[in-house]
Structure formats: C-alpha cells, structure tokens
C-alpha cells in the first residue's frame, strides 16, 4: 500500500473559533499549531478496505463511513506500523488551521458567502442522499480537498464546550477526559451551518455514523 498523500500545513498562528457562532465557537483566540501535513483527502473506502483486508464496500472512492474513533485511530496506528512514519488524526486546531488555508475571517472554506460553493445546489438543498467521490470540487489554498463537505471527520481531542476559554496558545491539544471525541467538517445529511470553518460537533468515541469519517495527518 502506498502512504496516504499529504500537504505540508505550515506552522502559524490563526484565530481560532467565530463570533457570529454558537456558544462552543467562542471565544475567538489566536493559536499557534506547529507543522504538520494533512491528507488530501478523506480516507476513502479503498484505503479503509486494505487495512481491513476485504473488498471495498461501496464506491471505493466515496469516504469510508460507519467508522468509530477507535476505528479511526486502529486505521493511524496500522498506517504508521507499516509504512515507519507516524499517522494520527489531526486536532481541532490543526484542523481549522489547515481548513482555513491561512486566510483570516472566512466563513466557509470557499469564502464567506455559503451560496458561492460551486456545488451548492447539489451538496445542500436535498439532492444528495449520500456522500461523493472525494476531490470533485477545487482543493482549499493548502491543497486539501472536502474539507467542508461530505461527511464529519474525527479529530483526536475530547470534546468540551467551554474549552476555548481555557485552551493554551500553543498547539492545544483538547481536555484531559471526556465523554465525547471532537468532529470537524460538514457532511451530506446535515445544514449548511455545520459546514463553517469554525463549527463543532461532537459524538460518544464509540458510535458509528453514516456521515462520519476521517483523514489523518502525519507529523
């Protein structure tokens, strides 16, 4: 199997979070995340069967669903076994950090108005039953694809909604314990609104979705 493709994300500082966002969004505050490279895409469903050993189960390039955390992280920790580098899943920061593509203040990883996605119809106004083939829209200024559409992605932290008022200004790296993982991103089932930079969301670690995925990050 060859190694998941990734893009350099260069250290930085960023604001994070959004004032015009709910509670979990605020306060805004700058943070600095070191260097790390994100996967262009979403693991997809060819990626996951190779690690499970089996055919792929559906479009082989649709993203994997259905998968937990603790699936996600047992997918990083058999990627970094195998190919001698380490693979994880990214943390909330880094994830906005690279979501952002060093642009300040933008809503949306397209820009500030929702309606600008050049797929908009398609991705939010009922059409879409599913999620698509990853890559089919222009990659963020980063270079990295879907980030803001077809399904939620796993991030490593535990959830808080309160964290942004204590988080360190240095690559933070969510609470101690928990109940709930952290989720970035859009998906296919849900709102718009799901689908800022900034927007959170959070399930139980062991529950498995059909708009959940993830991509990894190494580094």
């Given at each position: 199997?060859s190694?998941?493709?990734?893009?350099?994300i260069?250290?930085?500082?960023?604001?994070?979070?959004c004032?015009?966002?709910?509670?979990?969004?605020?306060?805004?505050?700058?943070?600095?995340?070191?260097?790390?490279?994100?996967?262009v895409?979403?693991?997809?469903?060819?990626?996951?069967?190779?690690?499970?050993?089996?055919?792929?189960?559906?479009?082989?390039?649709?993203?994997?669903?259905?998968?937990?955390?603790?699936?996600?992280?047992?997918?990083?920790?058999?990627?970094?076994?195998i190919?001698?580098?380490?693979?994880?899943?990214?943390?909330?920061?880094?994830?906005?950090?690279?979501?952002?593509?060093?642009?300040?203040?933008?809503?949306?990883?397209?820009?500030?108005?929702?309606?600008?996605?050049?797929?908009?119809?398609?991705?939010?106004?009922?059409?879409?039953?599913?999620?698509?083939?990853?890559g089919?829209?222009?990659?963020?200024?980063?270079?990295?694809?879907?980030?803001?559409?077809?399904?939620?992605?796993?991030?490593?932290?535990?959830?808080?909604?309160?964290?942004?008022?204590?988080?360190?200004?240095?690559?933070p790296?969510?609470?101690?314990?928990?109940?709930?993982?952290?989720?970035?991103?859009?998906?296919?089932?849900h709102?718009?609104?799901?689908?800022?930079?900034?927007?959170?969301?959070?399930?139980?670690p062991?529950?498995?979705?059909?708009?959940?995925?993830?991509?990894?990050?190494?580094?």
């Open positions: 199997m190694p998941p493709v990734t893009a350099p260069p250290e930085g500082e960023f604001l994070m979070g004032e015009q966002g709910r509670d979990e969004e605020k306060p805004v505050h700058r943070v600095w995340v070191d260097a790390f490279e994100m996967g895409h979403q693991v997809r469903n060819r990626d996951y069967a190779e690690f499970l050993g089996v055919r792929p189960q559906g479009h082989p390039d649709h993203p994997v669903t259905s998968v937990s955390w603790f699936d996600a992280v047992a997918y990083c920790a058999w990627l970094t076994e190919h001698g580098r380490r693979y994880r899943l990214p943390t909330e920061a880094e994830w906005e950090r690279a979501a952002r593509g060093g642009r300040e203040g933008e809503l949306f990883v397209w820009g500030a108005d929702p309606q600008s996605h050049p797929n908009y119809a398609l991705r939010w106004t009922g059409a879409v039953k599913g999620p698509r083939p990853v089919e829209e222009p990659p963020n200024p980063f270079g990295i694809f879907d980030l803001g559409e077809n399904v939620h992605e796993w991030c490593s932290d535990w959830y808080s909604k309160d964290y942004y008022a204590i988080s360190p200004a240095r690559n790296q969510g609470p101690d314990t928990g109940d709930r993982r952290a989720s970035r991103g859009g998906s296919w089932r709102h718009i609104k799901v689908t800022r930079i900034a927007a959170r969301s959070s399930i139980p062991a529950f498995q979705y059909a708009d959940y995925g993830f991509r990894v990050v190494g580094g």
